[in-house]
T-cell receptor
Framework: GIQVEQSPPDLILQEGANSTLRCNFS?????LQWFHQNPWGQLINLFY???GTKQNGRLSATTVATERYSLLYISSSQTTDSGVYFC????????FGTGTRLKVLA | EAGVAQSPRYKIIEKRQSVAFWCNPI?????LYWYQQILGQGPKLLIQ????????DSQLPKDRFSAERLKGVDSTLKIQPAKLEDSAVYLC???????????????FGPGTRLTVL
């Protein structure tokens, strides 16, 4: 089955810094989502992005389907961005990646 | 629009006891998912329903776990008997369809944190 790997596993930033999170997947997909899991455990949709580029405020994402990776960009990070970021990818059957744990320091 | 509802939020039981979780998806969502998330890991799909039919239960430990969605709306997940390794957060999600396109965007409930002692 499909493998989904994320990097880096952990990231510590100062408030205001920018970051790039990566999601690699081993097979072609028809569905890719990015989620933020906040410190209370709630998974929040960020993007549905099986291909192309999208932006929402300080967040943007790009998926290059032909090269089997997706990137999540966080600009001007805030302490509320802390938590774990997951990508979920697949075709009808979906796998969550290993996650990137982000801590933003004030 | 109301989100995905789950109850209870927390449950502590002893091993070999039984436990049940409830999920009410977003109104109009045909597809419902149950995930298990062990601490430090990503969610793992246990079962996927399309209306009241099972689409995928390949990772459901069927000797102890069961799930139903009798009227195609809300769903229950049961563990009987529980083991220590079942300690996890159980997440319910729903989507409009299970077709894999943008209408298959999944929305998650707050989860039920289960501790088995």
């Amino acid at each position: 089955g499909i493998q989904v790997e994320q990097s880096p596993p952990d990231l510590i930033l100062q408030e205001g810094a920018n970051s790039t999170l990566r999601c690699n997947f081993s097979d072609s997909v028809n569905n890719l989502q990015w989620f933020h899991q906040n410190p209370w455990g709630q998974l929040i949709n960020l993007f549905y992005i099986p291909s192309g580029t999208k932006q929402n405020g300080r967040l943007s994402a790009t998926t290059v389907a032909t090269e089997r990776y997706s990137l999540l960009y966080i600009s001007s990070s805030q302490t509320t961005d802390s938590g774990v970021y997951f990508c979920k990818a697949g075709t009808y059957k979906y796998i969550f990646g290993t996650g990137t744990r982000l801590k933003v320091l004030a | 629009e109301a989100g995905v509802a789950q109850s209870p939020r927390y449950k502590i039981i002893e091993k070999r006891q039984s436990v049940a979780f409830w999920c009410n998806p977003i109104s109009g969502h045909a597809t419902l998912y149950w995930y298990q998330q062990i601490l430090g890991q990503g969610p793992k799909l246990l079962i996927q329903f399309q209306n009241n039919g099972v689409v995928d239960d390949s990772q459901l430990p069927k000797d102890r776990f069961s799930a139903e969605r009798l009227k195609g709306v809300d769903s229950t997940l049961k563990i009987q008997p529980a083991k220590l390794e079942d300690s996890a957060v159980y997440l319910c999600a729903s989507s409009v369809t299970g077709t894999g396109d943008v209408s298959d965007t999944q929305y998650f409930g707050p989860g039920t944190r289960l501790t088995v002692l």
